[in-house]
């Protein structure tokens, strides 16, 4: 029989082995650099925060989840990242059971489903990061941590925050930083944005702009500090319910009839360190049409592929469209 002390020493040198083995595994970063491909150099990025999309719920608005990831995927210099609560993922056990009763799809189709759209997106380039969320970590309770886990299938590499981390976004000479995280203490339901200033004041004092979410609620918020410009947003979810009756859940936490509607973008220029939020994408992809539409008819012409947007000012702006134009006007000079 082995001594007290030799037990100690071995199983404290097994454990140190383990979490070098450990830490050798992980694919979570707590900073990462992305540089967008943009069909516009000298126009404005676009970036879509996705956040409690909560995908596998029958509470989710599908119609407009899928809107906004068509106005990522066909929109130019248009991107996204991902900040947590990606499925709903609930496991049957302890009070996060609840939705195992009533979702139709079992956590790992909804992972499955999910992660096929999301694999294309990375590919294209249209995705640039992703962080945790809650709704994923419920898998740590079986044994698996959901974005160590799935994040491995993606095409491409991409800064993975498990814990929430700092993205350095390349736009033409800039570079914004960008501290994101699924939630954070100081969270409240009068202030949504108390817990993006605590975010900014503890931890990342000297970023661009902070993305938080989980309370389901939404707001964006531009202030200054210290002489900087920045912007802060609580995303917003869409598990909004359906048919007009509101989500239970929101209701219950005192929230409202409604929780915050997602769907916020902000673009970031080029040539300046600017930012401007746009509360909802679709403003913000009128916006981004607008100048495209703009650089195409003064015949500075870049190639792009065609621009399928969801919204009803798309075929307005539509680059083909444009061009059409372009070619009647010249035609009736000519004449």
Known sequence: MKERSQIY????????????????????VPEGIWKPKVEYPDLPFALEPFADQHFGSIHVDYDLLDKHWNIVEQTPNYGAVTIGDDIDN???????????????????????AYMDR?????????????AY????????????DWLETWARKLPKKIPIFTAGGLLHLKVGSQVYDIAMTHRYWGRSQLNPTNMVKRFMEYEYPDADVYLTAHT????????DRAGEE?????????KLGVDGRGETWARQ???????????????????EHKMVGFRHTEDAQQFMLSLIHE?????????????????????????????????????????
């Open 295 to 335: 650089k195409e008819w003064k015949g500075q012409k870049i190639d792009a592929k065609p621009i399928k947007p969801d919204v009803e000012i798309a075929e307005l702006y539509a680059i083909e469209n444009i061009r059409e134009r372009q070619a009647e006007m010249q035609s009736g000079n000519e004449e």
């Open 253 to 271: 936490m005192g929230i409202g009839g409604r929780a915050g509607r997602a769907g916020m973008a902000i673009l970031f220029y080029p040539n």
């Open 118 to 130: 999301l694999e294309k997106d990375v590919k294209e380039g249209k995705v640039g990061a992703m």
């Open 9 to 28: 020493s071995e199983a404290t040198r097994l454990l140190k082995e383990y979490q070098q083995f450990h830490n050798e595994t992980l694919i979570g």
């Open 230 to 238: 920045k912007i802060g947003a609580v995303v917003g979810t869409y």
């Open 90 to 112: 609930f496991i049957a056990l302890g009070k996060i059971a609840t939705g195992t009763y009533e979702n139709p799809l079992p956590p790992q189709l909804q992972a499955i």
């Open 216 to 223: 389901h609620q939404g707001e964006l918020l531009t202030f």
């Open 133 to 144: 969320g809650n709704h994923n970590n419920f898998g740590d309770i079986t044994g698996y």
